[in-house]
């Protein structure tokens, strides 16, 4: 089982570019999440979804977009880059009850904006 | 909305030691869950807990789910240089839309 797979690892962007960060799941898990870890800190959620065709926002939303036209994908846009925005974004997925809730995390993409 | 308060923020620990670290919530929890995050790597899952009073192994790790279903440690017994990375709890809040929550995390390093 490859999991959950985000793409690409690394990047770097210019300030205004934009860009898709890719993420895709392979557990057929219905709640998946997009967040960001600044160097030493913790987690911030970014956006999630509860399903396909659902998404919501999380902490810290503003300047990304999100999708979910299927369950394995979630994708998540950054339309116009700032430096604020160099981070690393993991995208994780998991089942929304029951004794499986566990969520699962992919590699992390390191983004640089500059 | 509901937080996590995790602590302590990081820990300096002596190869062998014990460590301990805990997480709570003015909020009821469902499930409450502890990860691993190495340098570089996406936070791996260690122990899960469901039920209130829990108390789970993996290894040298324990962790328990709290009786009042506020709180839950993480305990790491006879530490190893490899214990080395950032322990983060995570929970599913009783009620509202079961996202989970993650508390900001604890910095372990271990000296040999």
């Known amino acids: 089982n490859a999991g959950v797979t985000q793409t690409p690892k690394f990047r770097i962007l210019k300030i205004g570019q934009s860009m898709t960060l890719q993420c895709t799941q392979d557990?057929?898990?219905?709640?998946m999440y997009w967040y960001r870890q600044d160097p030493g800190m913790g987690l911030k959620l970014i956006y999630y979804?509860?399903?396909?065709?659902?998404?919501d926002k999380g902490e810290v939303p503003n300047g990304y977009n999100v999708s979910r036209s299927t369950t394995e994908d979630f994708p998540l846009r950054l339309e116009l880059a700032a430096p604020s925005q160099t981070s690393v974004y993991f995208c994780?997925?998991?089942?929304?009850?029951?004794?499986?809730?566990?969520?699962?995390f992919g590699q992390g993409t390191r983004l640089t904006v500059v | 909305g509901q937080q996590l308060n995790q602590s302590p923020q990081s820990m300096f620990i002596q190869e062998g030691e014990d460590v301990s670290m805990n997480c709570t919530s003015s909020?009821?929890?469902?499930?409450w869950l502890w990860y691993k995050q190495d340098p570089g790597e996406g936070p791996v899952l260690l122990i899960a807990?469901?039920?209130?009073?829990e108390l789970t192994s993996n290894g040298r790790l324990t962790a328990q789910f709290g009786i009042t279903r506020k709180d839950s440690f993480l305990n790491i017994s006879a530490s190893i240089p490899s214990d080395v990375g950032i322990y983060f709890c995570?929970?599913?809040?009783?009620?509202?839309?079961?996202?989970?929550?993650f508390g900001k995390g604890t910095k372990l390093t271990v000296n040999p």
């Open positions: 909020s009821i929890f469902n499930t």
């Open positions: 557990m057929n898990h219905n709640y």
């Open positions: 994780a997925s998991s089942y929304s009850s029951g004794m499986n809730t566990e969520a699962f």
């Open positions: 807990l469901y039920k209130a009073g």
């Open positions: 979804s509860v399903g396909a065709g659902i998404t």
């Open positions: 995570a929970g599913i809040p009783q009620g509202g839309s079961e996202k989970l929550v």
